[in-house]
């Protein structure tokens, strides 16, 4: 199977422009004009991407290159255990992990940052490494449910893009470093959509959606499925007029004798074997479906992804080691790994989301770089539509509407 082998060059300091320091609904529009690009944007492609990262080729294991972290081995656990979202990391980048130092990464998945959290409230979870989404961050530094980062101990920050860092759920990183981040729109085949789909009334309004019945999905997700139908009411997606939360929610159930299930867990699977027609989905999903996953399942050529006229959400997955991690030690270890530029690439490019370590970028293959041109990343005017989501006490309204959903 073909494994994804991506570029993404242009857009990063775009994105790394928005959504700065504020802890209000930032929207990824405004500072999306900023020309202060922090990193690959004026730089040409690289152009040796291909050979760097190959679908045959062992991660590059590099530690002392640009002076990576010195290992204490003495202090490192025989395991490590780290709770990810599913189809989030490449296997191989575990084994790597594993030869060069000793130390077995055992996975577990979640789907939902509201099941992770309940995981790790319940305490002694025996987790380590956790990559909860932005607001999800700013919870659970809140609630003392993660430690402060030993920043000595992961020098690879330097490859990271300043313009992803600092962001408003965690300002001054002390608690998070961004994994990967995405964005997420309608995946569809176009086979069943020549003319392609511009807004989210063809995936949530009854009259567009009879033929499809039982062929989509919706994410099972309180943020990113109200925050849809949010968006073709033309809101925020971070709304908390309860009368507009309201209306969503009516969106969301009129919609639901419809859907096929809400799936976040193997919607790049339905979509790649053709049983989905058209999904909410994330990016980096919709990527898998079009150009498979590793040796899991192959990829479907007629797989197309695209933010509506009316927005869609940006996000970003980070790394946190938990309060009550039994080998913290070895979590900022393996943290410390990933940020490696050529580690890095070779999991974006094999996972298909977006890289915020500026270095890796450069590292990238050209197959996944024309996908991220074809829509599988925004440009600079679906940036102007994005926005992230923020937690604060008002969006308690989310999971009473979400629970109003599901339950009925
Ligand atoms: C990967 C999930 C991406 C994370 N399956 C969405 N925040």
């Known amino acids: 199977m073909k494994r994804l082998l991506v570029v993404f060059f242009l857009l990063l300091p775009l994105l790394a422009a928005c959504g700065g320091a504020t802890t209000q609904a930032p929207t990824a529009a405004a500072p999306a004009a900023a020309t202060t690009a922090p990193s690959a944007a004026t730089a040409a492609p690289v152009p040796t991407a291909q050979g760097l990262v190959s679908a045959t080729a062992a991660p590059a294991a590099s530690p002392a290159a640009g002076g990576d972290l010195e ?26 992990f594993e030869t060069e130092y000793g130390v077995k990464v055992t996975v577990d998945t979640f789907d939902a940052n509201e099941d992770m959290l309940a995981k790790v409230r319940a305490g002694n979870s025996g987790y380590d490494l956790v990559t909860p989404s932005d607001y999800a961050v700013d919870i659970m530094w809140r609630e003392g449910l993660i430690q402060e980062l030993d920043k000595s101990l992961l020098p690879n920050v ?5 313009g ?31 003319n392609g789909i511009d807004s989210w009334a063809a995936i949530l ?105 009316e927005g869609g959400m940006i996000w970003m997955d980070n790394m946190v080691v938990l309060k009550d991690s ?58 102007k539509r994005l926005e992230w989501a923020v937690r604060n006490e008002q969006t308690t309204g989310f999971t009473q509407i979400w629970t109003e959903v599901k339950g009925q």
């Open 71 to 96: 290992v204490d081995r003495s202090k490192l656990s025989s395991e490590l255990f780290f709770f990810n979202w599913s189809d989030y990391i490449d296997p191989a980048i575990l084994e790597a």
């Open 158 to 162: 330097r490859h990271m893009d300043p």
């Open 164 to 194: 992803l860092l600092n962001k408003y759920f965690d300002e001054g990183n002390k608690f998070s470093l961004p994994y990967m981040y995405g964005i997420t729109g309608i995946a569809y085949n176009k086979e069943f959509f020549p």
């Open 205 to 309: 309004e009854p009259a567009n959606i009879e033929q499809f019945r039982g062929q989509f999905s919706m994410l099972d997700d309180e943020r990113e499925t109200p925050g849809a139908a949010l968006k073709l009411l033309g809101k925020s997606l971070n709304e908390t007029d309860p009368t507009v939360l309201n209306q969503a929610r009516d969106i969301l159930l009129a919609q639901k004798p419809f859907i096929a299930a809400y799936n976040s867990s193997d919607v790049n699977r339905k979509l790649s074997s053709g049983e989905y027609v058209m999904a909410h989905s994330w990016s980096g999903s919709a990527m898998q479906a079009r150009n498979g996953l590793g040796d899991e399942f192959p990829g479907n050529p007629n797989i197309n992804f695209v933010i509506p006229k």
């Open 326 to 383: 039994p080998n913290a030690y070895t979590a900022h270890v393996f943290m410390n790994f990933l940020m490696r530029p050529e580690i890095a690439a070779q999991n974006t490019a094999y996972i298909g989301y977006l890289s915020p370590n500026k270095d890796a970028v450069p590292l990238l293959p050209q197959e996944v770089r024309d996908l991220y041109a074809e829509g599988f990343a925004p440009d600079a005017e679906v940036l």
